[in-house]
């Protein structure tokens, strides 16, 4: 245990008491919010994203434990278990490099090699090896069988005898720990990712088209980009392409004497790999049995790494067959298969950081707050369907119009809009961005404009100050579905679901958007592609660190927002809506003791994070821990005034020591803490909400010139650059390179999902459906006199989803397809002079 906390204090550059006491409390029960929040003096302040870096990173050290054990119980049971081997084992710092050390021991089926040793053959194969000046001819004499084997195994010929001499070594070389993962390493940062379009496909069909940047790529693997890794491996997954791993090129070997080794076996050279002829001169096929090309660079390194060389002796040609056979038969598929596994293992976690640092963006952003809202869900020839809830996201009402085609009943869905906004004073119109939704928004503008020239009633200047927003409608039909959706609107239409959950998710995201599988989003990148465990773990994780950081109303909260929250299951949270509902309003968190299921340890854990908004505390609208009421206590007297007066005193707060309220069981830290909340208690720290305006006239994406000045929302952000939704049903992108006048490395540095954003349009391709973007609004248009290239560089977003791509930028030799946009040379060009 000590051990593992000692690593993960190295890795994350903290002390080890830190570590070891955030071991304890999670192994306790405790979650990383509450450990966050409430327990900074025991582990010395480590925030949530330590923590929940510490806490995978525990996960793994213990599963390898686990495996650590069972591998080396495994090769004491077999009595091969050297104080050596028990050293390296237990040095293995990585689950890949113990199962490396365990290969030669792990029970499998039987091998030629097995087979070979079986019959005897294992003694001349260790001495052709320490001695190449034998002849394996005569010495395989000795090893001749008279018949077969009862299975059938033939070593009756001296070919065969040397063919399992060939096994034997072959088989013992691709099972030596070190030469594997130094073969793994020299190719990661040496070897092409290659892929090129699959035979009997045709690069004009449409679906084969989306891969058009991968038909002929090449990169070197150990630099390939998230995006482009996943865009490959997808197009190998269709059909549509086929990828390899490529070795680097060899110069033409010049023949270079290698010394002798004499009879030694010790007196091995290292200085030269494989300067030997090819396998097929002198002796046709050679006794291994197989014919091979000049030595690749992976031979000349497994040669460099057993220190042997090709010195005409009578033996170094099958020994050299040996090697070739190493790598061709034994290593060349598995390090392949293994460089593929860790490229993808890599870009999974880029793709799933991306994806979670989206979600939270979107979870955090700024709530229109308690506002009557219509929801608009656009549709055309079903409707568009509409719903109305109130301050606290009760649904008030609903209908459908019929705006668009084929009914194009305009002045009908303007009345009907009109009702409705005036019965229940709406304030804001929210749009879903679907089918129809620039239409839809048209319509909503006229409506506004409608309400405003209304100057007869009273009501007409609240009207004035309506609004309107489109708003991300990911997820909604999963809602619509959903059983919970069932639950909460039992007598609303499915259909009309969807319009509600539009309209609550602009008073309130986070509140709304935990009622969705976060996968259904819909802010991330090839999201199907990656693991799926991985994927739901770590977004989980962003959504409880979210709610928590927020804080939720104990008396408004549903059941799925409860179920966020720290120390609270799904079935407690369900009993804290039923106890609401039985008993009316909660007016203490004491009362959560009286609920089903809750116990003091999920009172600890999940009070902290519970607010009570005119109860009998006013600290229970706080983020002060109960634990610590006795604290303020100590604060009242000091001050002689009762909490509600100190409570939002700026000024009497700061003039307060944290240290002379510290006590044993609560330090200075925690007491610090104590005195934010009641600065500014029940604060949200989410920003200020804010709303993008569409250009009229813009609708669709043949709407768009270049040189336009437009306003956006930020909808995805990958390192590379960022998606901007323009309200035309395609996002465009603003590259990396185009997003402010000074070197970016990722794009995460100056925009955020959600963020509303000015850019000005570089170039449009319609065909393709890509829109090039910038943020230096003081930009030149791209040139257009010079080559086309195809070199678009592109999330990769899920082409299941709206907006959707699937290729990726080609690095070397990519395909120049006709009709390609110059925007993207450009991006080239700029990404070039980066580089320099």
């Not at 010929?157 to 020299?186: C, F, H, Y």
Request: hydrophobic content about 40%; proline content about 5%; overall charge neutral.
């Amino acid at each position: 245990m000590l051990s593992i906390a000692s690593q993960i204090a190295s890795e994350l550059k903290v002390r080890e008491a830190q570590v070891q006491s955030a071991i304890e409390l999670i192994d306790g029960g405790a979650t990383v919010p509450f450990i966050a929040r409430y327990r900074k003096e025991a582990t010395g302040g480590l925030d949530d994203v330590q923590l929940r870096e510490l806490d995978a990173r525990l996960a793994y050290l213990r599963e390898l434990h686990e495996r650590r054990a069972a591998v080396l119980k495994s090769i004491d049971e077999q009595g091969k278990l050297t104080p050596a081997l028990r050293a390296a084992i237990d040095a293995a710092p990585t689950k890949q490099e113990l199962e490396d050390l365990y290969l030669p021991y792990k029970p499998r089926r039987r091998t030629k090699g097995q087979i070979a040793r079986e019959f005897g053959i294992e003694p001349l194969a260790d001495r052709l090896w320490a001695d190449p000046t034998l002849d394996p001819q005569a010495e395989a004499q000795a090893f001749v069988k008279p018949e077969k084997g009862e299975g059938g195994e033939d070593f009756t010929t001296t070919t065969a005898v040397l063919d399992g001499v060939r096994d034997i070594l072959s088989e013992r070389w691709a099972e030596d720990a070190a030469l594997v993962q130094s073969l793994r390493e020299w190719l990661w940062a040496e070897g092409l990712l290659q892929s090129k379009l699959a035979a009997g496909k045709n690069e004009n069909d449409a679906e084969v088209a989306k891969f058009r940047d991968y038909h002929d790529y090449d990169e070197p693997i150990g630099r390939v980009p998230s995006h482009r890794a996943l865009a490959v491996f997808r197009g190998r997954q269709l059909g549509m392409l086929e990828a390899k791993l490529v070795l680097p090129e060899a110069a033409s070997p010049s023949p270079q004497p290698s010394p002798q080794r004499g009879e030694g076996a010790n007196s091995r050279s290292a200085a030269h790999a494989l300067p030997l002829p090819h396998a097929g001169e002198g002796r046709g096929e050679g006794t291994a049995g197989i014919r091979t090309t000049s030595p690749s660079l992976a031979e000349g390194r497994i040669a460099l790494h057993l220190g042997w060389s090709h010195g005409g002796r009578p033996a170094d040609d099958l020994l050299r067959k040996c090697v070739s056979w190493t790598w061709r038969v034994k290593l060349s598929l598995s390090t392949e298969r293994d460089l593929f596994a860790r490229l993808r293992d890599e870009a999974e976690k880029v793709a799933i950081k991306v994806f979670a640092d989206n979600l939270r963006d979107v979870l955090l952003a700024a709530p229109a707050g308690q506002k009557v809202v219509m929801g608009l869900d656009p549709g055309i020839r079903t409707g568009v369907k509409v719903a109305v809830v109130d301050a606290t996201g009760k649904l008030l009402d609903t209908a459908t119009v019929y705006p668009h085609e084929p009914r194009r009943d305009w002045d009908g869905a303007l009345h009907t809009l009109g009702r409705l906004v005036a019965q229940h004073g709406v304030q804001l119109i929210a749009i879903g961005n679907g089918t129809a939704s620039r239409e839809t928004d048209k319509l909503a503008g006229d409506l506004i404009k409608l309400m405003q020239n209304e100057a007869a009633a009273p009501a007409s200047q609240a009207q004035a100050a309506i609004q309107k927003i489109v708003v991300s409608e990911a997820g909604a039909s999963v809602y619509s579905a959903s059983e919970f959706a069932s639950a909460e609107l039992p007598d609303v239409d499915v259909s009309l679901r969807g319009a509600a959950s539009i309209a609550r998710r602009l008073q309130d995201p986070l509140a709304e958007l935990v009622k969705i599988d976060p996968k259904s989003i819909g802010v991330g990148q090839y999201q199907h592609d990656v693991n799926q465990s991985e994927l739901a773990r770590t977004l989980d994780a962003v959504v409880e660190d979210c709610v928590n950081g927020v804080g939720v109303d104990l008396n408004t909260a549903s059941s799925p927002l409860l179920a966020r929250v720290s120390g609270l299951s799904g079935t407690v949270a369900k009993a804290v809506v039923r106890w609401r509902e039985q008993h009316g309003a909660f007016t203490n968190r004491q009362q959560l003791l009286q609920v089903s299921g809750l116990g003091p340890k999920s009172f600890e854990q999940s009070a902290g994070f519970l607010r009570i908004r005119g109860g009998d505390n006013p600290l229970d609208m706080t983020g002060v821990h109960p634990e610590t009421y006795a604290v303020v206590e100590q604060i009242i007297v000091k001050t002689g005034k009762p909490v509600d007066q100190l409570m939002g005193r700026a000024e009497q707060i700061k003039a307060l020591k944290p240290e002379a309220f510290a006590t044993p069981q609560f330090g200075a830290v925690t007491v610090r803490d104590i005195l934010a909340e009641l600065e500014k208690p029940g604060r949200d720290p989410r920003g200020d909400f804010q709303v993008a305006r569409f250009n009229d006239g813009v609708e669709s994406i043949g709407d768009l010139r270049e040189g336009m000045v437009l306003e956006g929302t930020v909808s995805n952000v990958a390192q590379f650059g960022a998606f901007v939704d323009l309200g035309v049903h395609q996002d465009g992108l603003v590259h990396v390179s185009q997003l402010a006048k000074r070197f970016v490395g990722d794009a995460r540095e100056v925009v955020k999902t959600g963020q509303i954003v000015k850019v000005k349009v570089l170039e449009v391709d319609v065909p393709r459906g890509r829109i090039g973007l910038t943020m230096k609004l003081d930009a030149p248009s791209p040139r257009r006199d010079g080559p086309r290239e195809n070199r678009f560089e592109h999330a990769g977003r899920d082409t299941r989803g709206r907006g959707g791509f699937a290729g990726g930028q080609g690095a070397r030799g990519a395909a120049q397809p006709q009709g390609a946009t110059a925007m993207a040379s450009a991006f080239e060009k700029l990404k070039g002079l980066q580089a320099k």
